[in-house]
């Protein structure tokens, strides 16, 4: 059981560059989140999907988008990234009870 | 503004003490969650609490919820090193898909 699998889980891009951090949960939940999460901080929401074909934004969505494809997949695009956008990236999946969220294994984003 | 508030933010403890983490929240919550993370590893759920009185145990861990006092704490026993760790919590309800979190407490446990 897999559970959340990011993809990739390194990766250097160079100022104004693009890339596709790719999520899937094999779960059957309906919720997925994208999270970042900065030196010694906690976690920010970036964008969420509450459901297959809908998504909603955050607390910190400025510079990304995301598609929810379908219900095991999420995914979340830089389209010029930013130095500030250097970050440990979580995508979170979340059951229909809303209780146990569970976590991808991070994927870790150098803006140089 | 909707906030989760923990403390301390750092500590630091020697094996075999007792202490406790706090986790205040200001949101309306019928959900409090606490999760573990390693250094450069992902969260790993410990702990849901869903209603007010909640208690719940695991080994030296024990979480508890007041919700009209809008607290959750985190009880450590008889700590040991390989709790070492940040904690996080986060505030829920069933009718909000968004979860508030707080900035952890990073617990070191010194042998």
């Known amino acids: 059981n897999a559970g959340v699998t990011q993809t990739p889980k390194f990766q250097v891009l160079k100022t104004g560059q693009s890339m596709t951090l790719q999520c899937a949960q094999d779960?059957?939940?309906?919720?997925m989140y994208w999270y970042r999460q900065d030196p010694g901080m906690g976690l920010r929401l970036i964008y969420y999907?509450?459901?297959?074909?809908?998504?909603d934004k955050g607390e910190v969505p400025n510079g990304y988008n995301v598609s929810r494809l379908n219900k095991r997949e999420f995914s979340l695009r830089l389209e010029s990234a930013a130095p500030s956008q250097t970050s440990v990236y979580f995508c979170?999946?979340?059951?229909?009870?809303?209780?146990?969220?569970?976590f991808g294994e991070g994927s870790w984003l150098t803006v140089v | 503004e909707l906030k989760v508030e923990q403390n301390p933010l750092f500590l630091s403890m020697q094996e075999g003490k007792n202490y406790t983490i706090y986790c205040n929240y200001s949101?309306?919550?019928?959900?409090l969650y606490w999760y573990r993370q390693d250094p450069g590893k992902s969260l790993e759920s410990l702990f849901v609490?869903?209603?007010n009185g909640a208690v719940k145990q695991e080994g030296r861990l024990m979480a508890s919820l007041d919700t009209k006092a809008r607290l959750s704490t985190l009880h450590i026993t008889a700590a040991v090193h390989d709790l070492s760790a940040t904690y996080f919590c986060?505030?829920?309800?069933?009718?909000?898909?968004?979860?508030?979190w707080g900035a952890g407490t990073k617990l070191i446990i010194k042998p």
């Open positions: 986060a505030s829920g309800s069933d009718s909000n898909y968004q979860l508030i």
């Open positions: 779960m059957n939940h309906n919720s």
């Open positions: 999907s509450a459901s297959e074909g809908t998504t």
């Open positions: 979170a999946a979340r059951g229909f009870a809303r209780n146990t969220i569970y």
């Open positions: 949101t309306t919550s019928d959900r």
């Open positions: 609490l869903l209603s």
